[in-house]
């Protein structure tokens, strides 16, 4: 089974993160860039399939140069290549932009699953897996917890609020996963050592045939205009206890209806 | 704090990421609860065993890691940072695959070290005995030649690994008095006759216990020999002079921590209306160890670059664990100091770094052996 794992750079979701006053987009330059969590989960299931079912597993990135970064992690846990979509005329590309040219790397690759994080930690729209899928007219099995193949069948325990709901699809398809569908394994020395001679293509828009004007600022169906800073964290509500802490807490809990 | 760190290669940069990301997940929230309950984290060691770490300076040939000791003294002191015990028994174990890896025959190596070095096995190195500690050129537990074997008698004692080691080098005697009568044996643990003893109950490094161990008529191969019949001392003093090396970084990387925390404490903790570190008191002290671990970390690595660069080191390894195990002893003690009544209660980490120090002092030669070997060297000019 030929797996593409879809993977981006984000800004640590754990520092301090900013848009440009420019042109409103994610400051990577003074970020601490780390590859998108969820997308070590999909990295993490398809080396499991792969160690399954054979094939060959694929990172597939759109992005800056320093996106490479992200591409020598994923590498590092194991799979065997990667792609890297690389192009000056990308960058302010809303999602619908990215997604056309995501379909149009996965058209050359042809894999029979493509994985995908449920989120970015940065933008957080959740919605790439399914606008890759329309493009490229084939089934999206989002919000994954479980995920098994029985030949060209795929079932996925599709996480909600609620519960969980049981989705098959035939392949080829999309499969988005949460952080519950496995435990993502930590890389080793041998493959740091490994991923360094790993083949990474880079493919501009020319080789995928889109015109510039289709993505970037100007291709993009949305724009932000305007962001506002989140305001300071308040400081918190201290109780003294003087004989009635417990009382001051309960009351405390009750006004914010934690109870 | 974030250590600068200046590394050789995009590798060795990437590889001290990975170790900081995994001991920051999977040890630091672990250390003090492993350490309490004294329990041996033998799975989390398979795991940094799993990630390379187990055989970082040896040949890639032979499974190694094939990285220089700049680099995986790095490594450790970045897991001491965490938890020294892990650090520990990962320089244990590093001692250990040495005798074979400078030593071993090319059978041997081919034989032995990909499995020593691939992150499952756990070895332990028993040179010293009850009788016999600093001078272990006095050393009485023997090996007599019975065949295509050796069959080994005597007790050696504060054995790290003793009960979880999955192969001993035994250093004992097999020929006449003195140093040149010692050889190096190394023995599968599942060796009838090679019996753990209880563990001790020691002062810190709890979750990493040591015992005697007895060697009750053990026979042991003799194509486990390693190096010549009566070389073994010489190639124990060798591995110390790499695995003090270690024991430095250990230190460094423990006063990191203890100093991280302090200066955490001394900002946040207020008395007379303003946080303590501006008080010159405290904040001279403080500096004063920031500085102690600069000077240690960077003895340490200099002492590492002349071994990589295959010039003699060992002068210059006894100075780094002579002063970097000395400093981590002090700093940890100021780290307490800082913290006042809440250093010395376990609610906060710097009493147990305190606790931990001691051992380092001790370990792979007291620091009176240090200073005799310095001072040996100094007089021979
Ligand atoms: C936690 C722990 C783990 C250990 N792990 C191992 C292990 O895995 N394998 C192993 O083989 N050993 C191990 N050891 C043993 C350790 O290496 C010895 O304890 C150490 O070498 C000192 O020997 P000793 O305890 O017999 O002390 P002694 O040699 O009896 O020394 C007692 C005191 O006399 C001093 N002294 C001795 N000779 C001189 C001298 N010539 N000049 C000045 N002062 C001197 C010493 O510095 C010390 O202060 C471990 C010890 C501990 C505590």
């Not at chain 1, 054979?54 to 994923?74: C, D, F, N, S, Y």
């Not at chain 1, 932009?97 to 994985?115: F, Y």
């Not at chain 1, 964290?233 to 009635?244: F, H, I, L, M, P």
Request: aromatic content about 6%.
């Amino acid at each position: 089974m030929n797996i593409v794992v879809l993977v981006k750079q984000v800004p640590d979701s754990g520092a301090e993160r900013e848009l440009r006053s420019d042109d409103q987009t994610i400051d990577r330059s003074s970020a601490n860039n780390v590859l998108n969590e969820m997308d070590e989960y999909a990295v993490e299931e398809a080396l499991k399939l792969q160690e399954a079912l054979g094939g060959e597993v694929t990172v597939l990135t759109m992005g800056p140069e320093q996106a490479g970064e992200a591409i020598r992690k994923a590498l590092q846990m194991g799979p065997d290549k990667a792609v890297h979509v690389l192009d000056g005329a990308l960058h302010g590309s809303c999602a619908v932009a990215t997604s056309k040219v995501l379909a149009a790397a996965l058209r050359t690759l042809n894999p029979d699953l493509v994985l995908a994080g449920a989120e970015s930690t940065d933008g957080r729209v959740q919605v790439m897996p399914h606008m890759i899928a329309e493009r490229l007219g084939i089934a999206a099995l989002t919000g994954a917890r479980k995920l098994t193949v029985d030949g060209g069948t795929l079932t996925v325990e599709r996480q909600t609020e609620e519960g969980y709901e049981v989705v098959t699809a035939a392949t080829p398809a999309i499969v988005s996963v949460w952080d519950t569908i496995n435990e993502p394994r930590y890389p080793s020395l041998k493959g740091i050592m490994a991923a360094k001679k790993k083949p990474v293509q880079t493919l501009s828009l020319a080789d995928l045939g889109i015109s510039p004007d289709e993505v970037g600022f100007a291709g993009s169906t949305s724009t932000v205009v305007e962001s506002t800073k989140r305001p300071p964290r308040q400081a918190g509500t201290k109780v003294t206890d003087s004989g009635d802490g417990g009382v001051q807490l309960v009351e405390f809990l009750a006004t914010e209806r934690f109870v | 704090m974030t250590v600068e760190r200046i590394l050789p290669t995009p590798e060795a940069s990437d590889l001290l990421a990975l170790v900081c990301d995994i001991a920051d997940r999977e040890l630091a929230p672990r250390a003090a609860d492993f350490e309490a309950r004294g329990e041996f984290p033998r799975e989390l060691l398979r795991l940094l065993g799993r990630a390379g770490l187990f055989g970082l300076p040896y040949d890639e040939e032979y499974g190694g890691g094939g990285q220089p000791y700049e680099v995986y003294l790095q490594v450790l002191e970045e897991i001491a940072a965490r938890w020294l015990a892990a650090a520990e028994a990962i320089s244990v174990h590093t001692l250990s695959c040495y005798p074979v890896a400078a030593h071993g025959t090319d059978a041997q190596r081919k034989r032995l070290l990909p499995d020593m070095l691939g992150g499952e096995l756990l070895g332990a190195y028993c040179l010293s005995e009850p009788a016999g500690g600093s001078d272990a050129g006095a050393m009485t537990t023997r090996a007599q030649r019975d065949g295509d074997g050796y069959v080994v008698t005597g007790t050696k004692a504060w054995i790290t690994h003793a009960h979880h080691a999955d192969f001993f080098n035994v250093f004992c005697r097999t020929g006449g008095p003195g140093p040149r009568g010692i050889s190096c044996l190394l023995a599968d643990a599942g060796t009838p006759g090679i019996v753990p003893q209880a563990a001790e109950r020691t002062m810190a490094l709890r979750a990493s216990p040591i015992a005697q161990v007895a060697f009750d008529g053990a026979r042991i191969p003799a194509d486990r020999l390693i190096g010549e019949e009566g070389a073994g001392f010489r190639i124990a003093m060798q591995a110390l002079d790499a695995g003090r090396l270690g024991i430095a970084a250990c230190a460094v990387g423990l006063a990191q921590a203890a100093l991280d925390y302090a200066v955490g404490y001394a900002r946040g903790r207020e008395q007379f209306g303003q946080p303590i570190i501006d008080f010159q008191g405290v904040g001279f002290l403080l500096a004063d160890m920031a500085t102690a671990v600069s000077a240690a970390r960077a003895q340490t690595l200099w002492a590492a670059r002349l071994k990589d660069a295959g010039r003699p080191y060992s002068q210059e390894a006894a100075k780094a664990k002579l002063f970097a195990t000395d400093m981590a002893m002090r700093v940890t003690t100021d780290a307490v100091q800082v913290l006042g009544g809440a250093g010395y209660v376990a609610d906060h980490p710097v009493e147990r770094y305190m606790r931990e120090a001691k051992v380092l002092q001790i370990v792979e030669g007291t620091n009176q052996i240090q200073r005799m070997v310095i001072a040996r060297h100094l007089a021979k000019g």
